[in-house]
């Protein structure tokens, strides 16, 4: 139960302030279909839709640091994280910069440790092919949830518009859409839900 209380004291945790400027609500309990209707409503293309296998993949992922909402995870063609940020306290604001600055991605700090390969075997999606792909020189793992109201506009879906705009220049990207929506599929129990504030 405490893990819980953290991984949601840390995704949420300027969620008052938030609710009132950007539309935030509360999570609730979506499915794979609820997921693509939510983005061919925002011109996003649902077949690059990734979810989380179950609960316990989410964790996983929060406990690697790779679950922060809204947030782009980069990935080079070995499977490597690149972080995006020039120092710890930046937040997800320079996102918008490093994607339009990717010509110079090669020379970004690389980080061994944590994978594109660990991140997708905590992941699923309904297109089989998606996660099989091979890996560009640019992988962009892009979290959001349908509960994050503006947020999604402003941030996610305007840097899949950036990266769309990168591979009409000839740079070689791919991109995930990480919903990171509380899955009807996890068969979550009640305690769990109770823990999560789902009703």
Same mark, same amino acid.
């Given at each position: 139960?405490?893990?819980?209380?953290? %991984?949601?004291?840390?995704?949420?945790?300027?969620? %008052?302030?938030?609710?009132?400027?950007?539309?935030?609500?509360?999570?609730?309990?979506?499915?794979?279909?609820?997921?693509?209707?939510? %983005?061919?409503?925002?011109?996003?293309?649902?077949?690059?839709?990734?979810?989380?296998?179950?609960?316990?993949?989410?964790?996983?992922?929060?406990?690697?640091?790779?679950?922060?909402?809204?947030?782009?995870?980069?990935?080079?063609?070995?499977? =490597?994280?690149?972080?995006?940020?020039?120092?710890?306290?930046?937040?997800?604001?320079?996102?918008?910069?490093?994607?339009?600055?990717?010509? !110079?991605?090669?020379?970004? &700090?690389?980080?061994?440790?944590?994978?594109?390969?660990?991140?997708?075997?905590?992941?699923?999606?309904?297109?089989?092919?998606?996660?099989?792909?091979?890996?560009?020189?640019? =992988?962009?793992?892009?979290?959001?949830?349908?509960?994050?109201?503006?947020? !999604? &506009?402003?941030?996610?879906?305007?840097?899949?518009?950036?990266?769309?705009?990168? &591979?009409?220049?000839?740079?070689?990207?791919?991109?995930?859409? %990480?919903?990171?929506?509380?899955?009807? !599929?996890?068969?979550?129990?009640?305690?769990?839900?109770?823990?999560?504030?789902?009703?």
């Amino acid at each position: 139960m405490f893990v819980f209380f953290l %991984l949601l004291q840390s995704l949420f945790s300027c969620k %008052l302030v938030l609710k009132t400027i950007k539309g935030i609500k509360d999570p609730k309990i979506e499915t794979s279909a609820t997921s693509r209707k939510y %983005l061919y409503k925002n011109d996003m293309d649902t077949t690059r839709i990734v979810y989380f296998k179950n609960l316990q993949s989410f964790v996983s992922a929060s406990k690697k640091k790779m679950l922060t909402i809204p947030n782009a995870i980069f990935f080079d063609k070995r499977g =490597n994280f690149v972080d995006y940020r020039k120092s710890t306290t930046d937040c997800n604001a320079k996102v918008h910069d490093f994607i339009e600055e990717l010509t !110079n991605f090669s020379e970004a &700090k690389k980080d061994s440790t944590r994978t594109m390969a660990q991140l997708k075997q905590l992941l699923a999606s309904s297109n089989s092919n998606i996660l099989s792909e091979q890996y560009a020189d640019i =992988n962009v793992f892009i979290t959001w949830v349908q509960y994050a109201g503006a947020l !999604n &506009k402003e941030k996610a879906f305007d840097w899949v518009k950036l990266l769309e705009e990168a &591979k009409q220049k000839g740079i070689s990207v791919n991109y995930y859409l %990480l919903n990171c929506d509380f899955q009807e !599929n996890w068969n979550m129990t009640k305690e769990q839900k109770e823990d999560l504030g789902l009703n």
